[in-house]
Each structure stands twice: as C-alpha cells, then as structure tokens.
C-alpha cells in the first residue's frame, strides 16, 4: 500500500465476464516509479502480457487519475484510459479533460481497471468509495448525449454538480477502431480506440457520482510555495494567461492561421502543404480553400456562445459553439464544444472543406457517434483521395460536407462495404483496397495538423510516439512555432531528436501526474518537482523526476517491442519523404530527413534500432516482463522472437 499524499490507494479491479469487483491498495514502489495515471495505467496494461487480443476479454481497460488529479493544482481535472490498443497494436493511453478524473478522486478511487467481457451491456456506477455494474440495455445503440442524460435521470445527480458520465457511442458498440470515450463536457479520450475496446467488454459508461474532497498535500508549505509559483507562470504567458493568452482567447484553434502562414497545415490529405499551395495547384479546385474561415479567431467573432472550463483551470480553453445549418434540407439548431484546431483540421482543410458551421456539426456528430475526430477527418480524406485516383467504386468528393456528415454516420454504424473499411483504420482500409499511398498514419494511427515537411520535430515524434502517430507524446511544436522553452528553427533537422526525447519524457510525467499539458505552456520541471513533493510528500529532484518520466516512456516502448514493433516501424507516410512530394510555399522544396533524425533519437535515448536494451531496462529499474533480449553491443535488432 501507499500512504503518498494525493493518493486514495483504491483501484477498483472489476471482471465484467461475473461481476465480481476487488479493491486494492497500490504498491508504494510503483507510485514512486510510475508516479500513476498513464505510468502506472501502462503497468497495469503490461501485467495482462503483450500478447492480448486488444478485444479479448483478458484485456485491461484501465481508467486512471495520478496524485494531482483533483487537487487545488492548476488544469488537473485530467483521466488517463490504458490499454492495447485496437487501432495500432501497441499499448496506448488517451486522456480527457472535464470533471470526470476529479470526481473519480474524490470519489475514492486511483483507478478503475475493467477485465473480462460482460454477456449483456452494462454501465459501471461508482460512489463513495464502492463500484456497482447495472444494466445497461436500454442504453445500447443510443448515442453518447441521450445515454448520458438518461442516466442523469436514473442516478439521481447532476452535471456540473456532481456527476460524471463516461460514455461510448454507436461506434464503440460497433468495434469502430478508433471508437472513443466521451465525458458529459464532450471532452473526448479520443485515440487509440479506447472506446472500441470498451464496446468489446459491452461496456457502456462509467458513471461517477461524488461530493467535492480534495486530497490534502502532505507538505501543505512546499505545496503552495509550488503551486502560487505555477499560478504566476500561466498568468504571465502570453500563450495561458486568462482572458489574454492566445489559448485563452481562442482556444486551439488559435493555431489555425499560424500553420497555414508558415505553410505547415497539411492539405488535401496531405498532398500540399497549406491552403494556399492548394489554391495555387489545383486548377479544377471547386473554390479556393481559406483556413481563416475555420479559425480560432473567425469562431470567436462569429459563432462563440460559451467558454466553459475544467476543474482548476483558469485558463478555459474549450469554445462552445452554436450553429444553425441545413443538412438534406432541413435546418439543424447545434450546440456543442469543443471546436477545437486538430479537430477543424481533419474534418475541415485535410479535406478540402472550409465551411465552418458543418465542421460543427461534423463534430457534434462524431462526439455523439463517439468516433476521435482526427481520424474519423483523417478517414474521409483518404476515402476521398482513395475515390479520385479508383481504388474504390463509390464516389467520395472532395469538400462535400453533406457527403461527408452522412460518412460520419455510415462509419460509426459500419454502413456499407467502404464505411465498413473505414473502420478499420487506414492500415486496415489501405489493406482493403491495396490503397497504400493514400494513408497518413504511422502504426495504424493517423497524424494530427502539422506537417512534417515543415515542422521537422513533428515529424521524428510520429514515427516514434508509442502509440502511434500523435501530437500529443512530445509537443515539439511548442519549441517550433511558440518558442517554448526557446525557439527553434522549424525547418533544422539537427537536435529535433534529442528534443523530441525530451518533450516526451516530460509530457509522461505531466500525464501521470495527471495534468494538462497546456500547463507547459508557462510551466517547467521546477513547477512540477514543488507541486509533486509537496502533495505527495516525497523529495525528489528534478532530474529523478525526468528520469522517471524516461522510464515511464521507456516501459512503453519495451511493451511495444514484446509485441513486435521496432525501428522499421517508426516510420513515416512515404510522402513526406524524400521521394514523395516536397513542401510547397514558405515549405517550398521541404521534406522529412526521418532516418538521420531517427540515429540521432535512437543515439540519445541509448536504443538499439528502435529496440530498448536490457541494459536500458536496468538502468531505469524496469523490472518487470523478460527483457527484449537486445544488447547495446548489438549492431542491430530484429523484432522480439523473429528468428
């Protein structure tokens, strides 16, 4: 057990296959070595081996909240969800934002882990401290906002007030690859296919009901010294401080006309690499695309209705949006938050659309299907590309928006042979139609809104995100366009790769933590080490705290490489590349030099193509699984059990 302040020690194991539900404590050494949420969700997910079928039923689904969820610390309203991922094959954590993680802290619990499969849907109910399955039939086949409020009326509580809802949609239930899970708020955990998962154990939602109990910092002195220093950081960045700060005022979104400026705003499924390269290239184009159209800065003069926020953040990013649009002639009223940029991206220029209010809709409707809207985006594109050049025999335009909101629907519902590809994911429908050129994936997961021709780091944290091609493992934007913590050229491949390495080693500490990452925006290691020794009331350094973020990326890593996945497999989309398509505009003649990138990465993390040495794993102190079986002294590595 662990008496580390900001801990319940209550994790929740619940076999779905009977019903049966235990309770126990968390080893003290592994709060201190993983730190909890994704560290400590992603050696729950190791322990159940890496030979699992991602929907089998001795899979872990595991919802996990760190030592500062739900604390007074600033943007720590975060939930972490673990498991194997369906889409990719590799572990995978994806996390939202809202009440739910909190309440599930004051609630009583560190985590919940769900096993097994239930014979008929069920929604799991937690309160004070104890864990109930019911019945959840009715529930089936209904979207995420009509579930949710009919569980408001059978529980006897409120959003906003004390109730969390998380839930999954039609895709979930339908095994859509990346079906995700939706909080009331529609703060989403969106990658990965952490709904598809829990649509595969008939999972349906987990209901959290408490009163407001913030965990009390065990060195109350320490704490607060940390945490007024972390207020002042974010109240003085030009990127968090409220009412002021870019992300603040716009939302993520307020990366829109940025990308496209620096021609770094992947277009047309990639194929340019800003709206106006396309405009400049396309003589057949129906109209010119505009980026503007779809910003943060166009959605707040135009269609902004709220600006709802998390538990303890000051910053209120999310940009609640109401539009009225017409869709198969009849006037749609919609509601819905968040517009958010990756979001507007995907479903919006990647596609060759700019109409902002059926983005809206778009994703409204992805949130209510409980689809991740990038690469719902991401998929339309690549139908759409797949269309043009004849792989498939259904017509998919470019830009059609209401084509578009009636795929969104065909996918969650598996609606038809091409919908029923899309599903799969771009490996999956790549392999359906031998259409190979038209995925913008890496291990199965599509990119997010910057391009690597441009942003060079981006381009090294794809092909080596642990789960699969993501922003979010290492924000080497951060550095690129925002120069933070100093700016750096974003066209230098030289140094992105010790960069990228440390970006994601920091990033695994903020989400084992589990708090926002927009806080790094303004904060640092020294914010982070105050506030953890202060609630925990441990006294680590700085660099043992790095440190411990390096192994948590490394366990990642070393579960990978048990599955199979080494060097040849961080790679990148072959247009990216060299010998595929080079930037256009300001980008003009660009692309990824991945391979010198990936020496570079591999030199500074002490990996061996891709493959964590045993010595790598001795050194962190990972001792758990067998080893990869790989030397430092090795010239090479083949995938684990490859002869």
């Known amino acids: 057990m662990t008496e580390l302040g900001g801990f319940q020690d209550n994790v929740a194991r619940i076999d779905l296959s009977d019903g049966e539900v235990n309770y126990e404590s968390i080893d003290d050494e592994d709060a201190e070595k993983y730190i909890g949420a994704r560290g400590l969700g992603v050696k729950y997910v190791f322990e159940q081996g890496p030979d699992v079928d991602p929907l089998g039923p001795d899979n872990v689904l595991a919802f996990m909240n760190g030592p500062l969820s739900g604390t007074q610390v600033t943007m720590s309203g975060r939930i972490a969800i673990c498991t194997k991922s369906p889409l990719t094959g590799t572990v995978t954590d994806s996390h939202h934002g809202g009440w739910s993680g909190a309440r599930l802290k004051w609630a009583g619990f560190d985590g919940l882990l769900f096993e097994g499969q239930a014979d008929e849907p069920v929604y799991a109910f937690v309160e004070d401290g104890e864990v109930e399955l019911r019945d959840a039939s009715h529930l089936w086949g209904k979207g995420v906002h009509e579930a949710r409020d009919t569980i408001e009326e059978e529980v006897d509580g409120a959003f906003g007030k004390n109730l969390s809802i998380m839930a999954i949609g039609p895709a979930g239930e339908n095994l859509v690859r990346f079906g995700n899970i939706m909080n009331e708020d529609d703060r989403a955990s969106g990658r990965g296919g952490t709904g598809c998962v829990a649509g595969s154990k008939n999972l349906k939602a987990v209901v959290v009901k408490s009163g407001t109990k913030m965990p009390k910092p065990a060195d109350k002195e320490t704490f607060m010294e940390g945490h007024q220093q972390a207020m002042q950081a974010i109240q003085e960045s030009e990127v968090t401080a409220p009412n002021e700060g870019g992300l603040s005022m716009y939302g993520t979104n307020v990366l829109m006309n940025i990308t496209e400026e620096m021609d770094g705003h992947p277009t047309k499924n990639g194929v340019y690499t800003s709206g106006n390269a396309y405009n400049e290239s ?362």
């Open 282 to 643: 396309e003589a057949d184009r129906p109209h010119d695309l505009d980026a503007d159209r779809i910003s943060g800065e166009n959605v707040r003069e135009n269609i902004l209705v709220d600006e709802p926020t998390c538990h303890s953040c000051p910053v209120a990013c999310k940009k609640e949006v109401e539009v009225d649009v017409m869709h198969k002639g009849e006037e749609l009223n919609v509601r819905m938050e968040s517009y958010e940029y990756e979001s507007a991206w995907a479903l919006g220029t990647n596609s060759a659309n700019d109409d902002r209010d059926q983005i809206a809709l778009m994703i409204d409707r992805c949130n209510d299907f409980g689809m991740d809207t990038i690469d719902t985006g991401n998929m339309l594109a690549m139908a759409m590309e797949m269309s043009e050049k004849g792989y498939v025999d259904e017509d998919v335009n470019w830009g059609d928006t209401e084509q578009m909101v009636e795929m969104i629907g065909r996918i969650a519902h598996r609606d038809g042979d091409l919908p029923d590809a899309l599903a799969e994911g771009a490996e999956g429908a790549a392999e359906r139609f031998d259409a190979h050129d038209c995925r913008l994936d890496v291990k199965g997961e599509t990119i997010a809104a910057y391009d690597p021709r441009c942003l060079k780091g981006m381009g090294i944290g794809y092909a080596t995100s642990n789960r699969g091609a993501c922003h979010l493992r290492g924000y080497t934007p951060a550095a690129e366009i925002l120069g933070i913590p100093e700016k750096v050229d974003p066209y230098e491949w030289e140094g992105k790769g010790e960069l990228t390495a440390q970006f994601q080693d920091l990033h695994a500490i903020s989400d084992s933590f589990d708090i926002c990452k927009f806080n790094a925006f303004a904060e640092g290691i020294e914010e982070y080490v105050t506030q953890y020794n202060g609630m925990t009331g441990l006294d680590v350094t700085e660099d043992e705290l790095l440190e411990t973020g390096e192994r948590i990326y490394n366990l990642e890593r070393y579960y990978n490489n048990l599955v199979g996945f080494d060097g040849s497999d961080d790679s990148l989309p072959e247009r990216f590349l060299e010998d595929g398509i080079h930037g256009q505009g300001a980008s003009e003649g660009e692309y990824c030099e991945l391979e010198e990138m990936k020496d570079e990465y591999y030199d500074h993390r002490g990996w061996v193509d891709g493959v964590v040495p045993d010595e790598k794993l001795d050194e962190l102190g990972i001792d758990i699984g067998p080893g990869t079986g790989v030397s430092v002294g090795d010239s090479g590595a083949a995938a684990p059990g490859d002869d």
